[in-house]
């Protein structure tokens, strides 16, 4: 069940998404830098990385993706492990050299308008904009539809979002991308709504994105296999 490839693109994809983006953050590159500095990591991870874990990088994603069948939940296990450890080491390392020079990391955080304010209706967002998103990857890269353009539809999907959501809640579509900065910042991981917002708010996109594409194609997509390492080299001495 556990892939050391799988684990590691997953470890570092996850890793460069919030490392990339949270920086652009911090540093004001403004929404449009911000948006394109998400879902630019996120394209190039997808033709990176695709052919080998299919570049989830979002436990909202593998999630969904397990829920669909096309891959197994033991496997989702371990890419969420994964992920999440990327996203924390991403957030921490960033951490130490942004403090090292007299600032903190709080630009880096996913938060918006609607944060504190209306927090049901920031989770209400954060479903929309990941529905988008699974939605894209689902019939692209899943179907198989997309071909070559998978990469870029997705990462589209994921700046799109981010110019028009990023001021209400941020635009995390993410769990790792909200919590492995919260760590360390903000939004506080002792408050209640953060979860609501941002873990199962995205969970219930990527679940309702499932529903409708198993719906729309009247079958669900066959399952694809990630062949354990044991597997393999037991392929190869026969």
Do not use: C
Not at 52 to 60: D, F, L
Not at 66 to 87: C, M, R, S
Not at 165 to 190: D, K, V
């Amino acid at each position: 069940m556990f892939n050391s490839k799988v684990f590691i693109t997953e470890f570092v994809g996850t890793f460069a998404l919030v490392f990339i983006g949270m920086a652009a953050g911090i540093v004001q590159a403004g929404l449009v830098g911000v948006a394109l500095a998400h879902g630019l990591t996120l394209a190039v991870f997808a033709y990176a990385y695709g052919h080998i874990s299919g570049t989830h990088v979002n436990p909202a994603v593998t999630f969904g993706l397990a829920l669909n069948g096309t891959v197994k939940w033991g496997q989702a296990v371990f890419y969420w492990i994964a992920q999440f450890t990327g996203a924390i080491l991403a957030a921490f390392l960033l951490k130490v050299a942004v403090e090292s020079l007299g600032a903190d990391i709080s630009g880096g955080a996913t938060l918006g308008a609607l944060t504190e304010s209306q927090p049901i209706m920031a989770m209400v967002f954060e479903a929309i904009l990941t529905f988008f998103l699974m939605n894209t990857i689902l019939n692209t890269a899943v179907s198989g539809k997309g071909g070559a353009f998978s990469g870029w539809a997705i990462g589209t999907t994921l700046v799109v979002a981010i110019l028009a959501g990023g001021p209400f809640t941020g635009a995390s579509l993410n769990p790792a991308r909200t919590f492995g900065p919260a760590i360390f910042s903000q939004p506080s991981i002792s408050n209640i709504y953060t979860y609501i917002i941002y873990f199962f708010g995205p969970l219930i996109g990527s679940t309702l994105a499932v529903i409708v594409f198993n719906f729309l194609n009247g079958e669900e997509v066959e399952e694809i296999e990630v062949d354990d390492e044991d597997e393999e080299s037991d392929e190869d001495e026969k």
